[in-house]
């Protein structure tokens, strides 16, 4: 199976050639880009541009982007105003977000990648008609720039009332979008359960986001090595193995494990060790 790290890791510090040498060292071949500011900033040309030269000359490849969720630099913290979401149901607003999705797009033509990542909504929003037309319509000038730039539009579960599984496979279904799924195990974990939500989106699952939890709390936490995780990775990894499918870590910074790469490489060779 393919081994691939989220830039998540670290996403907390700006992405740097120096930690993306550390994961090829480390043997894994491909990572995701965890586009926040200031961790990877789309408008900031000479990052881009520096981290262009890299890939060109290394053989890490880049799988795939996780599209940017708030225009500052705080996680959101600043206000409502920093959120990009699709499902904004003000036209104006709503064009304003695409356009800052768009520049993030944008870097594939300096960074190649495959996929995109997209979330439909925001934690815990409840289901919404008017806000699920909105991010159709938004979905459909999306896909139509990342075509032009050789990216999929993948959509992510996540835990709230319009990207269960369920709710998602739903939503493709009705309107014929040409987008792939993002399976996020430990968002799964914490809604309708990891095998449902695989039952429901598994046809159109082109990558994964693995990670663990409480079965409450979107932790991201080590698989294996996270005290309070349970997710069963025993009767996960052959139903991602059947469809071969990428182990994707998207992992959150632990003061516990002083060695995250080399931790990684643990969890990743745990995993293959399933049967």
């Known amino acids: 199976m393919n081994h691939i790290l989220s830039t998540h890791l670290i996403a907390d ?3 740097t050639t120096v930690w993306l040498e ?4 480390a043997g894994i071949p491909a990572i995701e880009l965890f586009c926040i500011k200031p961790h990877i900033d789309y408008n900031d040309h000479a990052q881009i541009s520096d981290l262009g030269h890299f890939f060109s000359d290394s ?30 149901t003000d036209k104006s607003r709503r064009v304003k977000m695409l356009d800052e999705i768009k520049r993030a797009l944008e870097i594939a033509e300096t960074i190649p990648f495959r996929y995109f990542i997209q979330h439909i909504g925001l934690p815990e929003d409840e289901y919404d008609e ?4 909105a991010a159709f319509t938004s979905l459909e000038e999306l896909t139509v720039f990342a075509r032009q730039r050789g990216v999929e539009i993948l959509l992510e579960n996540i835990p709230n009332r319009m990207s269960t599984g369920e709710r998602l496979a739903a939503f493709v279904a009705a309107t014929h ?5 993002c399976f996020d195990v430990g968002h799964a974990h914490i809604g309708e359960g990891v095998e449902t939500a695989f ?3 598994k046809d159109r ?17 080590f698989p294996f090595l996270a005290p309070r995780g349970t997710v069963d990775w025993g009767k996960i990894i052959p139903l991602l193995r059947a469809k071969e499918l990428p182990l994707l870590l998207e992992l959150k910074a632990s003061a516990s494990i002083p060695h995250p790469i080399e931790a990684v490489k643990q969890v990743f060779q745990r995993m293959e060790e399933i049967e």
């Not at 699952?205 to 936490?221: A, E, K």
């Open 177 to 181: 979008l040409h987008v792939g799924f």
């Open 13 to 15: 510090h700006r992405l």
């Open 59 to 88: 053989e890490l490849k880049v799988n795939s982007m996780h599209g940017p969720l708030f225009t500052d630099d705080v996680w959101g913290r600043s206000g409502p105003n920093s959120l990009l979401v699709i499902t904004e």
């Open 130 to 133: 008017r806000k699920l037309e």
């Open 22 to 25: 550390r994961v090829w060292e």
């Open 199 to 201: 039952r429901f989106m």
């Open 205 to 221: 699952i082109r990558s994964t986001h693995l990670h663990d939890n409480d079965g409450l709390t979107d932790l991201h936490q």
